[in-house]
């Protein structure tokens, strides 16, 4: 079972009490009428589903309730980093996630 | 290749069994082939056997990082049948079943298919209507399915629990009497043998790392840990890790990979006599021919690579379990393991040209692909060879997610499948 770190509580806790909520930043077309077939795809069905680092959202669903973001490995499963929703795709990662987990 | 038969069983047991040669051969891989199938798992295997069998397309390469067999293909729960609810799906499982029945004649190779019923449990209202629908729609498809009463089921397993007293109560069950289970790894090795017989080279430890295209587009080949190997043609079966080797040709898929897990107990006598499935508390088992209990628990609910899950996703299922079979609460619990899954949005595989010319791919089988490996080889041999789809696997294209012509599995299943 993964420990998650919600951004939100501060806290370190087990995954049962979240739900993955998908790829992260993935942004919603404002005129969903409006987009193409193609865009549509890439919207709702297309996933980089990546190998190594992944963006994605989780939500403390059974804690805040709140949806946040986490860089994680698929390959080891350990988290790099969650940080709140809203906030910008970080650009540079931290080099040793334990030192990250632990702030 | 040598036939296998009781004469030959004889033969080599009055000359110390010295006679029997290699089941497939290991050869260098050549600088040029005309298909390269990416991933000798079971449904790549069968794709390599009928394109030389059915389409006498023989020089070809089955490309594995790993050892043949031994991703998904060595990881499930052997379980068979067709009784999926669209037409699509009912064609193209069905088409696998009745491949399965005779595949050990045809492959000389016992496969062990085993047609010992597949029986779905209902719990609650919603399970019978479910569940009656797919009766309907299964027999519509000319595909066998009959509804049991709780007696019935019990009759036709035993060891299962229909006290009305159950936290979820049995209340009926749908029976597929062709469905059963299969040696999953003979599978694999049946169609490596058959394909290496008729010329295929089945190359392991050969990882492919880029995948080469022309100024045009085409596909030129793929570069491997073992240097560059030239086709025309490349299929691309690799499970799990399907979206990394579309990735390297520039194509970007609708799948996300997730680990799922199975277990199995300590061997015992006979109890379960068929396999046994319930959606609604969500596990299913059967008892393999060495004894022991197949059990398949779920999906981990995030994209994972690493071929392990969490332990709670196995605890849950065996609440499952001990829900349905009281009998199984003291039975120790031997080994777990996770393969790694490609899942479509819909839940219907991908077995189809892509937009890339000389590249196919089969893939997004995601929890359920073993039932169907026969028949997957079969058709997308066809769609290689001819460069055109078979009409069984004519509907599982990549464009569905663009055209909205979903194959709603997805909605039809949910789990367990």
């Known amino acids: 079972m993964l420990l998650i770190r919600c951004p939100y509580c501060e806290e370190e806790r ?5 739900r993955n909520a998908g ?33 994605e959202r989780w939500r403390h669903i059974h804690g805040c309730a709140r949806f946040f973001n986490a860089v994680r490995d698929t390959v080891t499963d350990k988290f790099v980093m969650t940080y709140k929703a809203g906030e910008p795709k970080p650009s540079k990662l931290p080099k040793n996630s334990n030192e990250m987990a632990s702030k | 290749m040598k036939k296998y038969s009781v004469f030959a069983i ?15 051969s290991s050869p ?37 990082k790993g050892w043949l067999g031994g991703g998904n293909t060595g990881r499930n729960t052997t379980i068979i049948r067709s009784n999926y609810l669209y037409d699509e799906s009912a064609g193209i499982y069905d088409h696998a079943l009745k491949l399965w029945d005779g595949l050990s004649q045809e492959l000389n190779y016992n496969v062990m298919y085993s047609a010992r019923g597949v029986m779905m449990l209902a719990h609650n209202v919603h399970d019978i209507q479910v569940l009656k629908r797919h009766v309907h729609a299964n027999r519509l498809n000319g595909i066998d399915n009959e509804w049991l009463t709780p007696e019935q089921a019990q009759e036709f397993c035993p060891p299962l629990n229909i006290s009305k007293q159950a936290r979820y109560p049995v209340v009926g069950a749908a029976l597929q009497r062709r ?12 169609y490596a043998r058959g394909a290496s017989a008729r010329g295929v080279h089945i190359i392991q430890n050969c990882e492919v790392i880029g995948v080469k295209r022309a100024a045009n587009g085409a596909v030129m080949g793929v570069d491997t840990t073992r240097g560059f190997i ?34 199995v107990s300590e061997p015992v006598k006979p109890v379960v006599p068929c396999v046994v499935m319930s959606n609604t508390v969500h596990a299913y ?15 981990d609910q995030y994209v994972s690579y690493s071929q392990t899950g969490g332990l709670h996703i196995l605890q849950h299922t065996l609440d499952a379990i001990c829900e349905m079979f009281p009998i199984f609460t003291r039975m120790k619990m031997l080994r777990s393991w996770g393969g790694i899954v490609d899942v479509t949005p819909d839940r219907s595989p991908i077995l189809a040209k892509t937009p890339v010319s000389g590249l196919y791919v089969n893939c997004g089988w995601g929890t359920g692909g073993f039932k169907a490996t026969p028949g997957s ?7 290689i060879a001819r460069d055109d789809p078979h009409p069984i696997n004519a509907p599982f294209t990549i464009e569905r997610f663009r055209t909205g012509r979903l194959i709603d599995e997805a909605a039809a299943a949910a789990v367990a499948h």
């Open chain 1, 14 to 18: 087990p995954e049962l009490e979240f």
């Open chain 2, 285 to 299: 088992i059967s008892q393999s021919d060495k004894g022991e209990l197949v059990i398949g628990a779920g999906t």
């Open chain 2, 28 to 64: 260098e891989p050549k600088k040029e082939y005309d298909v390269i199938i990416v991933g000798a798992g079971g449904h790549g295997l069968a794709t390599a056997y009928y394109l030389a069998t059915v389409h006498g397309i023989t020089n070809v390469a089955v490309l594995e």
């Open chain 1, 23 to 55: 790829e992260a930043h993935i942004a919603r077309s404002a005129n969903m009428a409006g987009e193409s077939d193609d865009d549509f795809e890439k919207f709702f069905f297309i996933r980089s589903n990546p190998k190594g680092i992944i963006y």
């Open chain 2, 377 to 383: 080889g079969h058709v997308f041999a066809h769609t």
């Open chain 2, 230 to 263: 030239g086709a025309k043609k490349v299929g691309v079966v690799a499970a799990g890790h399907s979206s990394v080797i579309m990735n390297m040709a520039g194509v970007r898929m609708p799948l996300e990979s997730y680990p799922l897990q199975a277990l």
């Open chain 2, 179 to 190: 469905g059963g289970t299969a040696r999953h790894d003979a599978v694999a090795w049946g």
């Open chain 2, 10 to 24: 004889a033969r080599e047991a009055m000359r110390g069994h010295k006679g029997w040669e290699e089941q497939w």
